[in-house]
């Protein structure tokens, strides 16, 4: 069988080894042969690959980010380049392509199966909003380096007496805030699936400077947005070239709107991108390894149009088109839990 592995959207933690499982298994136990297109689906338009042996995956397994690079392509250049792709695949004898990506990767990769090519796809992000999967890898990375950054600020606000409002990734979910400001043991948590009232995020700050504590930590995601009819005007993002939203800065946004209020000094933390670099851990090599492992199993048993999914303890297939539909988000009795919900 002749596979060909691209990493698309976003980078994620655990990238280089789904790369390094695909080609192990695929070249040890199957015999095949394996190339990985560059920069994502560019790579696989402009027909720009090299070919992937055990050497090229050597040493990457701890390795952040991707070999292959990474970009994101928008969707009108990708509609357009279905017959392109199709033709690179045909020209390159290729049997299956492990799309490795986002929700904006799994949908190129669902358009691109339902015009016929054999893809099985590979679901990644920090930000664990695929559904159809209970884990993507990453997001176990990003919540490790956001609760060491928050345990960090625990010390430093505490010094200076001041409320820390720490903005994580999460566009549409707020899984990482939920997590690491669990993890951290954060005074107030906004996920962008329940909009805040700042009146509400004040008085819980409030309160507990009222009750003689010294500092707060607020962790919020940074797509979170405040409740319609609330009193907080909010500073509109913009959109990038492929039509994502570049968001304004809530943390700065909401630290000035706190101080104000409060009468308390205030700063704002933006994590950004060292929540996505750097090394994966244990658990994210794991799942990363046996997603590779799988997706080239469903290759070899011709199941295209699938995606690999974490069940439980279970690595199961999934249909592209179902794992697209819809994001998975922050359940209420989820948010309930974590004990400091606005
Ligand atoms: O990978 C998803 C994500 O981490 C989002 O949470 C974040 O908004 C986005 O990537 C930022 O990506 P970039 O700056 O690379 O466009």
Same mark, same amino acid.
């Given at each position: 069988?002749?596979?060909?592995?691209?990493?698309?959207?976003?980078?994620?933690?655990?990238?280089?080894?789904?790369?390094?499982?695909?080609?192990?298994?695929?070249?040890?136990?199957?015999?095949?042969?394996?190339?990985?297109?560059?920069?994502?689906?560019?790579?696989?338009?402009?027909?720009?690959?090299?070919?992937?042996?055990?050497?090229?995956?050597?040493?990457?397994?701890?390795?952040?980010?991707?070999?292959? =690079?990474?970009?994101?392509?928008?969707?009108?250049?990708?509609?357009?380049?279905?017959?392109?792709?199709?033709?690179?695949?045909?020209?390159? =004898?290729?049997?299956?392509?492990?799309?490795?990506?986002?929700?904006?990767?799994?949908?190129?990769?669902?358009?691109?199966?339902?015009?016929?090519?054999?893809?099985?796809?590979?679901?990644?992000?920090?930000?664990?909003?695929?559904?159809?999967?209970?884990?993507?890898?990453?997001?176990?990375?990003?919540?490790?380096?956001?609760?060491?950054?928050?345990?960090?600020?625990?010390?430093?606000?505490?010094?200076?007496?001041?409320?820390?409002?720490?903005?994580?990734?999460?566009?549409?979910?707020?899984?990482?805030?939920?997590?690491?400001?669990?993890?951290?043991?954060?005074?107030?948590?906004?996920?962008?699936?329940?909009?805040?009232?700042?009146?509400?995020?004040?008085?819980?700050?409030?309160?507990?400077?009222?009750?003689?504590?010294?500092?707060?930590?607020?962790?919020?995601?940074?797509?979170?947005?405040?409740?319609?009819?609330?009193?907080?005007?909010?500073?509109?993002?913009?959109?990038?070239?492929?039509?994502?939203?570049?968001?304004?800065?809530?943390?700065?946004?909401?630290?000035?709107?706190?101080?104000?209020?409060?009468?308390?000094?205030?700063?704002?933390?933006?994590?950004?991108?060292?929540?996505?670099?750097?090394?994966?851990?244990?658990?994210?090599?794991?799942?990363?390894?046996?997603?590779?492992?799988?997706?080239?199993?469903?290759?070899?048993?011709?199941?295209?149009?699938?995606?690999?999914?974490?069940? =439980?303890?279970?690595?199961?297939?999934?249909?592209?088109?179902?794992?697209?539909?819809?994001?998975?988000?922050?359940?209420?009795?989820?948010?309930?839990?974590?004990?400091?919900?606005?």
């Amino acid at each position: 069988m002749r596979i060909g592995v691209l990493t698309s959207g976003g980078d994620c933690p655990g990238l280089n080894a789904v790369i390094r499982s695909v080609v192990h298994r695929a070249v040890v136990d199957h015999g095949d042969e394996v190339i990985g297109f560059h920069d994502g689906w560019k790579g696989l338009l402009d027909g720009d690959f090299r070919k992937l042996d055990l050497d090229a995956v050597g040493g990457i397994l701890a390795r952040g980010g991707t070999i292959l =690079g990474s970009s994101r392509v928008q969707p009108a250049h990708l509609r357009g380049g279905v017959e392109q792709a199709r033709g690179h695949v045909a020209d390159l =004898g290729l049997d299956a392509i492990i799309p490795i990506g986002g929700e904006g990767t799994l949908k190129a990769a669902n358009l691109l199966s339902e015009a016929g090519l054999p893809i099985v796809g590979v679901p990644k992000t920090i930000d664990n909003d695929i559904a159809s999967t209970d884990v993507t890898f990453g997001f176990d990375t990003a919540v490790g380096v956001a609760t060491e950054a928050l345990d960090r600020l625990k010390t430093t606000a505490e010094s200076h007496q001041r409320v820390l409002i720490v903005e994580v990734m999460g566009r549409h979910t707020g899984w990482i805030a939920l997590h690491s400001g669990m993890a951290a043991g954060a005074h107030a948590i906004v996920v962008p699936e329940r909009p805040f009232d700042i009146d509400e995020l004040t008085e819980v700050v409030g309160e507990r400077f009222s009750a003689g504590k010294k500092f707060a930590i607020v962790v919020v995601a940074e797509g979170a947005k405040p409740r319609a009819g609330t009193s907080m005007e909010v500073e509109q993002g913009t959109k990038d070239i492929y039509g994502h939203e570049r968001f304004a800065g809530m943390a700065t946004q909401l630290s000035t709107e706190l101080e104000q209020r409060l009468g308390k000094e205030a700063r704002p933390v933006i994590l950004g991108h060292v929540q996505r670099g750097g090394t994966p851990t244990a658990y994210d090599r794991v799942l990363a390894t046996r997603f590779g492992w799988h997706a080239v199993e469903a290759a070899h048993r011709g199941e295209f149009g699938m995606m690999t999914a974490l069940r =439980g303890t279970d690595i199961v297939m999934v249909p592209l088109g179902e794992a697209v539909e819809t994001l998975k988000t922050v359940p209420a009795e989820r948010y309930a839990e974590a004990e400091c919900v606005l």
